[in-house]
């Protein structure tokens, strides 16, 4: 049975609006009780779809009082009518809902290139607005899948000052995944009052911890956007150092319960692997070590294939640009070397390598011997199911 998500000043809804051929929900709500305190992330892909240069310009104002959302197409590439189609999803919500149009902030997701029915959109939205709930997350989660087969939704309780405050999100996103900020869609909620340089900051720090440590294909997407929107209504306000911390704690672990499962239900995948590199000489070594094997096809395809071949891995951190010495490097699968000091530990390490493999999740550590400092990155297997389902995704 999924849990119920709910943030207290928030209503949320989804309904199928005839975007998706399959007649899924594709069309989605979030509907502060009244304005709240607002901050994004987005792509650094230097192509970005409408919606994100929409987002970026009207989160100068600092608040919102609505988010509307869309699945089955990406509004990308569709030149001064995207832009036109954006607003116009802004401003339908917010006049079925009673808001400033420039309040209202807009996602896509979906095939790029293809011009947005905007009045499919139109036609669904008074459907959408009457099905506005306080625990309509659940809806507004599978309102914006589209190759992910399960919605992604987490919520956390915490306390400051004896006070309690809550933090719900919601997110998607199963391919087209590199850590480039943001990586997907996702909407956190919370009810705590914060200045929105204040929350740029936490959110920025949660989704360097959390998305920005995930990877399914090294592709990253036109359209990725985070956002986080306080409410205010509890009436815990996030000026002392300490309710930070708190606040960044409960949102650093939301966030990253949120990236394992978009990894998890990445396209195709069989295994869910943590890379972990060790022994660096600084932790921008060891990022560039840890990204440069989850993205290696040569080790992803092994991956699937539960072979054990370390050399890939090797191979790929020596391509990584830093300084490292090969006769240094230690590898393990979970808690088996597989190669010393640069150099195989054989058959029986092989043997016991390949086991560890055929479990649904595990760990490949890389020690440099070069240093302190570490770092790790969340990736997967390349499949035969990926390249099918990319092979014909807008078929």
């Given at each position: 049975m999924e849990q119920t998500i709910q943030c207290p000043g928030f209503r949320a809804a989804g309904v199928a609006c005839?975007?998706?051929?399959?007649?899924?929900?594709d069309l989605?709500?979030?509907?502060?009780?009244?304005?709240?305190?607002?901050?994004?992330?987005?792509?650094?892909?230097?192509?970005?779809a409408a919606p994100v240069q929409l987002c970026q310009e009207?989160?100068?104002?600092?608040?919102?009082?609505?988010?509307?959302?869309?699945?089955?197409?990406?509004?990308c590439a569709t030149g001064a009518q995207g832009r036109t189609d954006a607003e116009a999803m802004a401003r339908i919500a917010a006049e079925a809902v009673g808001v400033d149009p420039q309040s209202v902030l807009v996602a896509s997701t979906g095939v790029i290139g293809q011009p947005l029915p905007i009045e499919r959109?139109?036609?669904?939205?008074?459907?959408?607005?009457?099905?506005?709930?306080?625990?309509?997350?659940?809806?507004l989660a599978r309102a914006m899948m589209t190759t992910d087969t399960v919605p992604k939704a987490e919520v956390r309780w915490g306390e400051v000052d004896g006070k309690r405050f809550t933090v719900a999100a919601v997110a998607k996103g199963a391919g087209m995944i590199r850590p480039d900020m943001?990586?997907?869609?996702?909407?956190?909620?919370?009810?705590?009052?914060?200045?929105?340089r204040v929350l740029r900051t936490l959110l920025q720090a949660a989704c360097d911890r959390s998305f920005n440590r995930i990877s399914i294909d090294g592709d990253t997407s036109t359209n990725d956007t985070v956002l986080l929107m306080a409410s205010g209504v509890s009436g815990i306000r996030l000026e002392a150092?300490?309710?930070?911390?708190?606040?960044?704690?409960?949102?650093?672990?939301m966030l990253l319960a949120l990236a394992k499962q978009l990894v998890k239900d990445g396209e195709g995948v069989t295994k869910v692997v943590e890379i972990r590199v060790h022994g660096a000489a600084d932790r921008s070594a060891a990022l560039k070590v840890a990204d440069t094997i989850a993205h290696s096809p040569l080790v992803k395809t092994a991956f699937f294939g539960e072979d054990a071949n370390w050399g890939r891995i090797l191979a790929a951190a020596g391509r990584s640009g830093i300084e490292l010495d090969p006769d240094r490097v230690d590898i393990y699968f979970d808690d088996v070397q597989m190669a010393a000091a640069g150099q195989g530990c054989g058959d029986a390490a092989e043997a016991r390598a390949a086991a560890i493999m055929k479990l649904p999740a595990y760990a490949v550590t890389v020690d440099l011997h070069a240093g302190d400092a570490a770092a790790s990155l969340l990736t997967c297997d390349f499949s035969v199911d990926y390249v099918k389902i990319n092979a014909d995704y807008r078929s």
């Open positions: 005839g975007l998706k051929p399959n007649g899924d929900k989605g709500l979030i509907v502060a009780d009244r304005p709240a305190s607002v901050a994004g992330v987005f792509t650094r892909n230097r192509v970005k009207r989160l100068a104002a600092g608040t919102c009082s609505a988010v509307i959302i869309n699945s089955g197409n990406a509004n959109i139109r036609d669904g939205v008074p459907t959408l607005v009457a099905g506005l709930r306080h625990d309509g997350f659940g809806d943001a990586t997907m869609l996702a909407f956190v909620c919370t009810d705590v009052a914060a200045d929105p150092e300490a309710a930070q911390h708190r606040f960044q704690s409960l949102l650093d672990e």
